[in-house]
């Protein structure tokens, strides 16, 4: 079975522990930030909208960062075919600088 995972290096890890203690603030920080709203801009029309990337970043705080695409599919209330093109779509607008945020674990 294949997982989402929201992953992080050394330092991300502190801020995303720091983030978490504010129960989700951290999402709506990053998505008002300039460089979020860049990068989605970037991402043009095959970019998720901003709600539908924040019930994602928020299904994968409420598992530990982790979710397989059925479960991704099903708190996102969209059919599981969908789901990969989804989270390859999130992953062009999350993952900065060759860091993988986002990545498709496929264990």
């Given at each position: 079975?294949?997982?989402?995972?929201?992953?992080a290096?050394r330092?991300?890890?502190?801020?995303?522990?720091?983030?978490?203690a504010?129960?989700?603030?951290?999402i709506?920080?990053?998505?008002?930030?300039?460089v979020y709203?860049a990068q989605?801009r970037l991402?043009?029309?095959?970019?998720p909208?901003?709600?539908?990337?924040?019930?994602?970043l928020?299904?994968?705080?409420?598992?530990?960062?982790?979710?397989?695409r059925?479960?991704?599919?099903?708190?996102?209330?969209?059919?599981?075919v969908?789901?990969?093109?989804?989270?390859?779509a999130a992953?062009?607008?999350?993952?900065?600088?060759?860091a993988?945020?986002?990545?498709?674990?496929?264990?």
């Open positions: 079975m294949h997982n989402v995972e929201f992953s290096d330092r991300g890890r502190r801020q995303r522990s720091r983030a978490c504010f129960r989700g603030l951290w709506e920080a990053l998505l008002a930030s300039p709203d989605h991402g043009g029309r095959s970019a909208p901003t709600d539908q990337l924040r019930a994602l928020s299904a994968l705080m409420a598992r530990s960062g982790r979710l397989s059925t479960a991704l599919a099903q708190a996102l209330t969209t059919p599981p969908r789901i990969g093109g989804l989270v390859n992953r062009r607008v999350l993952n900065l600088d060759q993988q945020i986002l990545v498709i674990d496929g264990r």
